[in-house]
């Protein structure tokens, strides 16, 4: 018998709610949550619905988080099922966002209405969060909401965002923070000429060698317990006209930081700056900070969530900081503790993206079980 959780994420998936559609996704979810005493709101900017729904007043206040898009499907004939379609599969359920993260959503939605059930009059707050924005550009969705709640001094004290933190089983990761994200678009500038004449150019290429070899070289920090040292990666390189005669006029160079919180975002462009001169580059560069660090430390909210995993699957969670981005990073920038507990991430972006029926149930399990130890 197919439980509710699933049948819910079944639903979900069914909705193709490609980036930055909802395609009524929350809709369906508020309906559900409006029903247990939700009061809803919904805030569209430019081209993003968001849902903040809440239920009570006082603290402590602990928010669920999480997204309705989901990222292309690519070619749909290579699906061996059809991504928007839902189906199960000897005990897996297939589909665009069955893991990243329909299932998630789904768990929080049926964890909730069973602990509403049983403490009508649970003390504390329980909201939800959710954007359509999440896997697209970032901009209108979670830190757009949390601006407006900022602006009114609704502050969130604990948050637990449903990406799909697991890696082997479920439970095993619970992500306890992010490293901080920063592009950097780096442009050489050098002369254009002829290869038989290379006095009389300037290869921009040749140039910057030096500099982005000590660039790669360079250690920017060491880590800490929590996290992993500074890590400086080059993306992309563009250069030249594309005929094998003529030295380029510039190079394009566009690099990343993934960063500890161990080192500042200002600190990071300083020595890149420091580096660059003393190789007397002429360039320009444009800097796109995609998200501060952050971390949360062992406390009511990490204790509680790795207690609650080894109650219902015997798991003993390691707490890490290691992945890409969240939207947790724009929630902790208020304070607030945030923590990341989701199912296994093997399949997500990929072809046949699909989750265990199973871990989903238990899911549910343990975010009910979090809500008893937080709200009771």
Same mark, same amino acid.
């Given at each position: 018998?197919?439980?509710?959780?699933?049948?819910?994420?079944?639903?979900?998936?069914?909705?193709?709610?490609?980036?930055?559609?909802?395609?009524?996704?929350?809709?369906?979810?508020?309906?559900?949550?409006?029903?247990?005493?939700?009061?809803?709101?919904?805030?569209?900017?430019?081209?993003?619905?968001?849902?903040?729904?809440?239920?009570?007043?006082?603290?402590?206040?602990?928010?669920?988080?999480?997204?309705?898009?989901?990222?292309?499907?690519?070619?749909?004939?290579?699906?061996?099922?059809?991504?928007?379609?839902?189906?199960?599969?000897?005990?897996?359920?297939?589909?665009?966002?069955?893991?990243?993260?329909?299932?998630?959503?789904?768990?929080?939605?049926?964890?909730?209405?069973?602990?509403?059930?049983?403490?009508?009059?649970?003390? $504390?707050?329980?909201? !939800?969060?959710? +954007? *359509?924005?999440?896997?697209?550009?970032?901009?209108? #969705? @979670?830190?757009?909401?949390?601006?407006?709640?900022?602006?009114?001094?609704?502050?969130?004290?604990?948050?637990?965002?449903?990406?799909?933190?697991?890696?082997?089983?479920?439970?095993?990761?619970?992500?306890?923070?992010?490293?901080?994200?920063?592009?950097?678009?780096?442009?050489?500038?050098?002369?254009?000429?002829?290869?038989?004449?290379?006095?009389?150019?300037?290869?921009?290429?040749?140039?910057?060698?030096?500099?982005?070899?000590?660039?790669?070289?360079?250690?920017?920090?060491? $880590?800490?317990?929590? !996290?992993?040292? +500074? *890590?400086?990666?080059?993306?992309?390189?563009?250069? #030249? @006209?594309?005929?094998?005669?003529?030295?380029?006029?510039?190079?394009?160079?566009?690099?990343?930081?993934?960063?500890?919180?161990?080192?500042?975002?200002?600190?990071?462009?300083?020595?890149?700056?420091?580096?660059?001169?003393?190789?007397?580059?002429?360039?320009?560069?444009?800097?796109?900070?995609?998200?501060?660090?952050?971390?949360?430390?062992?406390?009511?909210?990490?204790?509680?969530?790795?207690?609650?995993?080894?109650?219902?699957?015997?798991?003993?969670?390691?707490?890490?900081?290691?992945?890409?981005?969240?939207?947790?990073?724009?929630?902790?920038?208020?304070?607030?503790?945030?923590?990341?507990?989701?199912?296994?991430?093997?399949?997500?972006?990929?072809?046949?993206?699909?989750?265990?029926?199973?871990?989903?149930?238990?899911?549910?399990?343990?975010?009910?079980?979090?809500?008893?130890?937080?709200?009771?």
């Amino acid at each position: 018998m197919t439980s509710d959780v699933v049948k819910l994420a079944q639903s979900l998936i069914q909705l193709p709610s490609v980036t930055p559609e909802d395609a009524g996704c929350q809709k369906l979810m508020n309906r559900r949550l409006s029903a247990i005493g939700f009061d809803i709101e919904e805030h569209f900017f430019v081209d993003t619905l968001n849902t903040w729904a809440r239920k009570g007043n006082s603290a402590p206040h602990f928010c669920f988080a999480g997204h309705t898009d989901v990222v292309p499907t690519g070619d749909e004939s290579a699906w061996q099922y059809p991504p928007f379609d839902g189906q199960i599969h000897e005990g897996m359920l297939h589909g665009r966002g069955a893991a990243d993260m329909k299932g998630s959503l789904a768990a929080m939605i049926v964890a909730t209405e069973r602990f509403v059930e049983k403490h009508p009059d649970h003390k $504390g707050s329980i909201s !939800f969060l959710i +954007t *359509s924005d999440e896997e697209g550009p970032f901009v209108n #969705g @979670t830190t757009r909401v949390v601006d407006v709640l900022e602006a009114r001094d609704e502050k969130i004290d604990m948050c637990l965002v449903g990406e799909p933190s697991s890696r082997s089983s479920l439970g095993d990761v619970v992500k306890n923070g992010r490293r901080g994200s920063l592009t950097g678009h780096l442009k050489i500038k050098g002369k254009q000429g002829h290869v038989a004449y290379p006095h009389l150019a300037s290869n921009p290429i040749h140039k910057a060698a030096p500099a982005l070899a000590q660039l790669s070289e360079t250690v920017w920090d060491h $880590g800490n317990d929590y !996290f992993p040292a +500074t *890590s400086f990666q080059i993306s992309n390189i563009q250069g #030249g @006209t594309g005929a094998g005669n003529v030295i380029p006029g510039v190079l394009y160079v566009q690099f990343n930081f993934r960063f500890s919180t161990e080192v500042t975002e200002q600190e990071l462009q300083d020595k890149v700056h420091d580096i660059l001169r003393a190789h007397q580059l002429e360039y320009e560069i444009e800097w796109k900070l995609n998200g501060l660090p952050f971390l949360t430390e062992p406390g009511p909210l990490l204790d509680v969530t790795l207690a609650a995993i080894k109650e219902v699957t015997g798991t003993i969670a390691t707490p890490e900081t290691s992945g890409g981005t969240s939207d947790g990073r724009f929630i902790a920038q208020t304070g607030c503790k945030v923590i990341e507990l989701g199912p296994l991430n093997a399949t997500i972006h990929q072809v046949d993206e699909s989750v265990s029926i199973e871990d989903l149930d238990k899911l549910a399990l343990i975010y009910e079980l979090i809500l008893e130890k937080l709200l009771t």
